[in-house]
């Protein structure tokens, strides 16, 4: 029988003469997940898969009926314009949002403003019976307005 060797690679960093820090033993890159699969947490976040024909997508259909969409547009060039002038919109107030966020306090500010809105909204439409009824209305006359442009 032939004893067969096995080596690691390491990486080789340069080392730095410095007598302040010790030198650490180097430990092996584990490439084993036994760890990881035997744990109690992953026992709870187990997913299985299953087939149901009712939530199930036919791409082809999708792509097929898309492109009669497509198809029924009579002004193409108009809707191309529009969808990248929203694009160019979200990536602009992304823009907008992240130099907002870099000001101090003012991310503070829009976050107490925004729970106080919610709060408002939430006794204006919500609380109430009467309330949600006049939202439903609004919701369905907004809806209303849409389909019939």
Known sequence: MAAVATSIMLPQFPTVPSTALPNLPIRPFRTSFNRVSG???????????????????????????????????????TVIIYGAGAAVAIWLSSVVIGAINKV??????????????????????????????ELTTNIESIKKKITEA
Request: cysteine-free; glycine content about 4%.
């Open 104 to 133: 101090p306090l003012l991310p503070n500010l829009m976050e107490l403003v925004g729970v106080g809105y919610s709060g408002w909204f939430v006794y204006r439409y919500l609380l109430f019976e009467s309330s949600r009824k």
């Open 39 to 77: 744990s109690r947490r992953s026992a709870l976040f187990r997913v299985k898969a299953s087939e149901d024909a009712s939530s199930s997508i036919d791409t082809d259909e999708l792509f097929n009926d898309l492109k009669e969409k497509w198809d029924a547009v009579e002004n193409k060039p």
